[in-house]
């Protein structure tokens, strides 16, 4: 069984900085594509940032990019989300996924995904 647990959310000043940490357990992450998706109160689910299996492509949403690094440790089985200059819009509920052997532009929907974390509270006070 495949379980993917997300941390490092918490409440941080607007231009702050965190970094979500998402380990894997059940699955080595380097048969994984991994992905970072966020939901804000009243919204869809949306596509943050993804990392193609082998680890040779990123995606961003045009809302983080220059912002916001994916980056994963197989060492350690864990995936991360660096980010920085945080804006008071980025506030939402962080998930993290993993999609076995993804790669390519279809990382950016979350129909794609086969396993989900449980989610981690990111909140930016402006």
């Known amino acids: 069984q495949v379980q993917l647990v997300e941390s490092g959310g918490g409440l941080v000043q607007a231009g702050g900085s965190l970094r979500l940490y998402c380990a894997v357990a059940?699955?080595?992450?380097?048969?994984?594509?991994m992905a970072w998706f966020r939901q804000a109160p009243g919204k869809e689910r949306e596509f943050v940032a993804a990392m193609s299996w082998n680890g040779d492509s990123t995606y961003y949403t045009e809302f983080v990019k220059g912002r916001f690094i994916i980056s994963r440790d197989n060492a350690k089985n864990t995936a991360y989300l660096q980010m920085d200059s945080l804006k008071p819009e980025d506030t939402a509920v962080y998930y993290c996924a993993g999609d076995r052997w993804g790669s390519g532009l279809r990382l950016q929907s979350r129909e794609e995904y086969d396993y989900w974390g449980q989610g981690t509270q990111v909140t930016v006070s402006s």
């Open positions: 059940g699955r080595t992450i380097n048969t994984l594509a």
